[in-house]
């Protein structure tokens, strides 16, 4: 079984600093992971995603998120936070292929990411 | 032009009453699915289809049944809704998850708000 765990329900930057969100996963074979982010009100989309290549991605909007094995995991970053940065952000794991769970995402719990003036 | 839609995008109902959501994608993908959002912000997947045959079907009441009438749209069908079904369903689609690198990327609707009265 795979899932993801994302430290933190909330994290609160001023705009201008760093941004870091947690992500650590389980994964019996080699995952895919990606971050997602929901807007208020809206539908997900996709910020970047790691598929075995690279293990530094880039992803929209500046963020990206680097693979560490090791660790098992896949946090975001951002350099520098806007205000339009605030939303609410998923880490999601996906297995290989074949069987009836390809395709399957295993979403993280979301950080709400509130960015203060 | 708007890549995944869903209808309606509020629905507020009885309890015992039975509704259905629609989704369509215009983005020529293989694959759709169902995601259920608690109150809680919590996603899991329900179904996924892959050319109109069901991949995923994951433990879902059978008040609950997805019809696919060809792959560009995947419908949700519940009977005797409960007070419990009140969430926020999303549509999402991509490419055949066997079919390369972009297979896991997932395109989401904006989201059905249902509420159970």
């Known amino acids: 079984a795979q899932s993801v765990t994302q430290l933190g329900s909330h994290v609160s930057v001023s705009e201008g600093a760093l941004v870091l969100l947690r992500c650590n996963y389980s994964s019996s074979v080699p995952p895919y992971l990606f971050w997602y982010v929901q807007y208020p009100n809206q539908g997900l989309q996709l910020l970047l995603k790691?598929?075995?290549?690279?293990?530094l991605v880039k992803g929209i909007n500046g963020f990206e998120a680097e693979f560490k094995k090791s660790e098992t995991s896949f946090h975001l970053t951002k350099p520098s936070a806007h205000m339009s940065d605030a939303a609410e952000y998923f880490c999601a794991v996906s297995k290989g292929t074949g069987g009836t769970s390809y395709g399957k995402l295993t979403f993280g719990q979301g950080t709400i990411l509130t960015v203060h003036p | 032009d708007t890549a995944v839609s869903q209808t309606p995008k509020y629905l507020v109902t009885q309890m015992g009453n039975d509704k259905s959501i629609k989704c369509e994608q215009n983005?020529?993908?293989?694959?759709m699915y169902w995601y259920k959002q608690d109150s809680k912000k919590f996603l899991k997947i329900m179904f996924s289809?892959?050319?109109?045959?069901?991949?995923i079907n994951e433990t879902v009441p059978n008040r609950f049944s997805p019809k696919s009438p060809d792959k560009a749209h995947l419908n949700l069908h519940i009977n005797s809704l409960e007070l419990g079904d009140s969430a926020v369903y999303f549509c999402?689609?991509?490419?055949?998850?066997?079919?390369?690198?972009?297979?896991?990327?997932?395109?989401f609707g904006p989201g059905t708000r249902l509420t159970v009265t």
């Open positions: 289809y892959n050319n109109k045959e069901l991949i």
């Open positions: 790691y598929t075995s290549a690279a293990t």
């Open positions: 983005l020529g993908h293989d694959t």
């Open positions: 999402a689609s991509s490419q055949d998850p066997l079919a390369g690198t972009r297979r896991y990327e997932q395109y």
